[in-house]
């Protein structure tokens, strides 16, 4: 089903880069907007624009956004997007950067997001933009302050958005302290920057992504900010042959889609056609994603 103004009751869209479009309980969730179309922008070059437009998703309950200092994870177009919706969840830092209607929250803090058809809660949970040993900014953060999220709620799966997030320590901390997630939104592109950190890894790599998935006990697993070629982010092949889900988790194995591709023992095959639109059916929930490239340059 394409992405476009109807909310859906429980679905996940990649729409390109790390922008992620989630339904859950009657309000429509927008991860970390880009929306400029194609060309230089700053120190990037976006190769493709998002395979929607802010104006066709309609309103919006809640932008979150993982961070605000590279516009490969918030462009101009995503910023006033983000500006324009009623709230906005983020780090501390970015909220004060932003302004209203930007809330900060430090890690494990919760909110209690307001409307929408029963309770929905946003957590925030701790996210590191590099390698453990690489150097630290003026506030002790890996190349600048991250967060990802944890959404949940009575009879709601739990989603896992781990924003740009290279590091399995967080990655066990949420595990430890949220319990397991039913979906995991992995930003697994292994962006790197040849400048940063020696080129090592400032998101998770395919292999850190299954790694990901097994510590997180998921049962279904979502790729965003990849791309398939270029020197910035590796594509959802290799993610693909990365990240599988084993016997143990039949309601992953279960998922059939209707079109384009399938999730069996792994996750794919995903093509790059800005039509693909797959649809995973589990028993338990729906989801949905779109496969387009993103940028290339120094973002990260």
């Not at 058809?117 to 600048?144: E, F, K, T």
């Not at 959802?236 to 990365?242: D, F, L, P, T």
């Not at 790059?272 to 059916?281: N, T």
Request: hydrophobic residues 40%.
């Amino acid at each position: 089903m394409p992405v476009d103004a109807r909310r859906r009751e429980c679905a996940i869209s990649v729409l390109g880069g790390p922008t992620t479009v989630v339904d859950i309980a009657g309000r429509r969730i927008v991860m970390d907007p880009t929306f400029d179309p194609p060309g230089v922008h700053s120190y990037l070059t976006k190769l493709t624009g998002p395979a929607v437009s802010a104006d066709a998703l309609g309103p919006v309950d809640v932008v979150l956004i993982s961070h605000d200092q590279h516009p490969d994870n918030l462009d101009d177009d995503g910023r006033r997007m983000a500006l324009a919706a009623p709230l906005v969840l983020t780090h501390p830092g970015a909220a004060g950067r932003l302004g209203p209607p930007a809330v900060g929250l430090p890690p494990w803090q919760s909110y209690d997001v307001p409307g929408g058809s029963g309770s929905l809660v946003v957590q925030a949970v701790p996210a590191v933009h590099g390698p453990a040993d690489g150097q630290r900014d003026a506030s002790g953060h890996i190349n600048c302050e991250v967060t990802g999220f944890v959404l949940s709620g009575p009879g709601l799966p739990t989603v896992y958005i781990s924003g740009d997030n290279a590091s399995m320590s967080a990655v066990k901390d949420v595990a430890d302290r949220v319990g397991e997630i039913d979906i995991a939104v992995l930003f697994a592109g292994a962006a790197s920057v040849p400048t940063k950190e020696g080129g090592r890894p400032l998101t998770l790599t395919a292999a850190r992504a299954a790694a990901a998935a097994e510590v997180l006990g998921a049962k279904a697993v979502i790729p965003a900010h990849v791309r398939r070629l270029g020197p910035f982010q590796r594509g959802r092949g290799r993610i693909r042959r990365g990240v599988r889900s084993d016997r143990d988790r039949q309601p992953a194995a279960r998922c059939r889609p209707r079109r384009v591709a399938r999730l069996d023992r792994q996750l794919g095959p995903l093509t790059s056609a800005r039509s693909a639109d797959l649809v995973l059916r589990s028993p338990e929930h729906p989801l949905a994603t779109v496969d387009v490239d993103d940028h290339t340059g120094d973002g990260g």
